[in-house]
């Protein structure tokens, strides 16, 4: 550590130096990056081996640059404590506490109490997929935090167009957060207590969350997840979620199985159900896969199988795997099932066997016709 100022006093008696004339201090380690601490009064407490930084606190490391009031410097745990809401900065997102504590040779910074990280662009947004060429245009961090995290994206120009609407911030709530930034690994990110995640329509709660990268390119949990999509009319509620922001693909699991409810549009009415022991949700592709033990509800409807796979652009729903359609304690079973949830249409396709109600039905059956061309039997249920 090497302190530099205009002017210094030094009480031999109670080994303390008074520096003033815009002191700051250069905090040097083999191998990782100088950090630069600036303030308008240091009080040096030689004995105790303390620094007191007092007024106008600024610290540069890296990305990150971290500003508070007032913060003490102890040189035997290489910390930086700072109170009273202190603000961190980085590339389009900023964080604030009650206390911060920056342990300057870990690297690593520990935000508790009130924590809130607003961020833009990638940020921890689930299927994020604004474009960088119009977050480039979007205006300053400072006017952006100015604006309490609200832009309105229509003021804003690229190309001689509108920046097309959608989600651009990200806030995050909750009781701790640490941000570690190793020199030899990624960085990564922990977030513990009551933790709030909101972006635009969407809304995620969690004890713990794990993101991964400086462009939190996977963001994980195995302590639970309940999230709401009103973009999509979609409630996922699961035990673990692993989410590849780059990828667009998210997969939940884990004990008790994943469930996913689907909303009528505008409504807070169920309108179907989907279980199954592993979901994976392809944003790109607009594709989702249930695996293990996977029952549809939907109304009256109960249909079951090992597979289900669900084309957003076809509007289909394929289930395989001995699917089934149950009715009460009957069920009909056969190859594959088509289902249609827009036009509420259900096709069962080959080997059908089973009971409707108290009727058996059964493929082979002399009433039950197979479209032209076909030559398997297909039922089509209404």
């Not at 002017?7 to 004339?21: I, K, M």
């Not at 995050?172 to 990110?189: C, G, K, N, Q, R």
């Not at 699991?253 to 989907?274: D, R, V, W």
Request: proline letters at 4%; aromatic letters at 8%.
């Amino acid at each position: 550590v090497t302190v530099i100022s205009a002017t210094a006093e030094y009480n031999r008696d109670e080994q303390v130096v008074h520096l003033v004339g815009n002191p700051y201090m250069i905090v040097q380690r083999p191998g990782q990056e100088t950090a630069l601490v600036s303030t308008n009064r240091i009080t040096r407490k030689l004995e105790a081996g303390k620094s007191i930084l007092d007024g106008d606190v600024r610290i540069k490391q890296g990305e990150w640059t971290l500003l508070a009031d007032e913060g003490v410097y102890s040189d035997s745990e290489d910390l930086i404590v700072m109170r009273d809401d202190p603000l961190i900065i980085g590339r389009d997102r900023y964080m604030v506490a009650s206390k911060l504590n920056y342990e300057v040779d870990r690297k690593r910074i520990r935000l508790k109490t009130d924590v809130a990280l607003y961020s833009r662009g990638s940020g921890l947004a689930l299927d994020d997929s604004a474009s960088n060429d119009a977050n480039q245009q979007l205006p300053s961090l400072m006017e952006f935090a100015r604006r309490g995290g609200r832009i309105d994206a229509r003021e804003f120009q690229t190309s001689g167009e509108n920046v097309a609407d959608g989600p651009l911030t990200s806030i995050l709530t909750s009781d701790e957060l640490i941000y570690h930034f190793p020199d030899d690994a990624e960085p990564f990110t922990t977030v513990t207590g009551n933790v709030l995640l909101t972006r635009d329509d969407m809304r995620l709660s969690s004890p713990y969350i794990e993101a991964i990268g400086r462009d939190f390119h996977t963001i994980w949990t195995d302590q639970g997840i309940d999230m709401l999509d009103r973009k999509r009319d979609m409630h996922v509620v699961a035990r673990v979620m692993d989410y590849k922001t780059r990828e667009r693909f998210l997969r939940l699991e884990g004990s008790p199985p994943p469930l996913l409810e689907f909303y009528k549009k505008e409504s807070t009415e169920i309108e179907a159900t989907l279980r199954g022991a592993v979901i994976e949700r392809d944003f790109a592709g607009r594709r989702t896969t249930a695996r293990g033990d996977v029952r549809i509800n939907r109304g009256e409807l109960k249909a079951i199988g090992e597979i289900a796979h669900y084309q957003e652009d076809a509007g289909v729903i394929v289930l395989e795997g001995n699917p089934g359609i149950q009715d009460g304690n009957n069920t009909v079973h056969c190859e594959k099932i088509f289902y249609y949830p827009e036009s509420n249409r259900i096709l069962l396709y080959n080997n059908i066997k089973g009971y409707l109600g108290t009727h058996r039905i059964e493929s082979e059956f002399p009433g039950l016709r197979s479209p032209v061309g076909s030559p398997r039997p297909m039922l089509s249920l209404f």
